[in-house]
């Protein structure tokens, strides 16, 4: 390999789209088409009043894994998890390393 | 409790909703002046529009994980108990949609180079490649195709 190439189609190149980037958006889901139509979701860069549940349109191309499209929707925990944890229900945790990690 | 490398505490729970490879139609366009209107602020906006093929399935990570918040009763109704959350529609009403609608804060053609299946790397397979029969001289290509595959990496975990 004697210069930079793009990401190889052939197998065994995994450090090749190691870091292949990931791409992450705050959107707002809609229920029809726009303009009109609820919104079901909303990132909070677009309003933090829109919606409750948080969206975002996502790119993985995490490594080892199968790329692909889609969105998040999120859903509020309580505040740092405390009552969860008071009421024996636990903290949940996620990995930084997944594909579209995003606090 | 001592957090492992890259462990955080969530702050959501959330769902991915991953989009069937090759079986969606991606319209994408320059928002109008009254989506402009709805939202504001924001310098470019393009309007998406997903439509799944016939037949075809998103698939969506996180459905079912424990989930509480005694602080939004309505928001654990929406998870648990599939409450209706707008206009009727419930969670699993939208997660088995055959359209999406959504409103993006990026020049149309910033986010055709972002977002679509054209723009995904090849489908993900292990380099081990499909001959496992075993051959007259043992170990020798198990040993070669190691060799030649080893990564500095180790694969990415299966959870989360």
């Known amino acids: ?103 | 409790m001592a957090e492992g490398v890259g462990i955080v505490q969530s702050e959501h729970h959330t769902l991915r909703v991953r989009l069937p490879r090759g079986q969606v139609t991606v319209t994408a366009e320059q928002a109008t002046p009254a989506v402009v209107d709805r939202f504001p602020g924001t310098n470019h906006l393009t309007v998406v529009s997903v439509r799944l093929a016939e037949g075809a399935q998103v698939r969506v990570d996180g459905f079912g994980m424990p989930f509480k918040n005694p602080q939004d009763s309505e928001v654990e109704g929406w998870v648990n108990h599939n409450t209706p959350i707008i206009h009727g529609m419930t969670l699993v009403d939208f997660l088995r949609r055959r359209e999406y609608h959504f409103v993006v804060p990026m020049s149309t053609i910033n986010l055709a180079k972002e977002w679509g299946d054209d723009v995904l790397l090849p489908p993900f397979s292990y380099p081990y490649g499909t001959e496992h029969h075993w051959h007259e001289d043992g170990m020798d290509q198990y040993t070669k195709l190691l060799e030649e595959t080893k990564s500095a990496e180790p694969f990415r975990p299966a959870y989360g």
């Open chain 1, 1 to 103: 390999m004697s210069s930079p190439a793009p990401p190889a189609t052939e197998a065994g190149q995994p450090k090749a789209i190691k870091k292949a980037a990931n791409f992450a958006r705050d959107c707002v889901v809609l229920t029809t088409p726009a303009p009109l139509g609820p919104v079901f979701a909303a990132g909070i860069s677009l309003g933090s009043q829109l919606s409750r549940i948080r969206a975002r349109l996502v790119r993985s191309n995490a490594a080892h894994s199968d790329p692909w499209i889609g969105f998040l929707l999120r859903f509020p925990l309580p505040e740092k998890q405390i009552t969860n944890e008071e009421a024996g229900f636990g903290v949940r945790h996620e990995s930084k390393d997944i594909d579209c990690y995003d606090p």
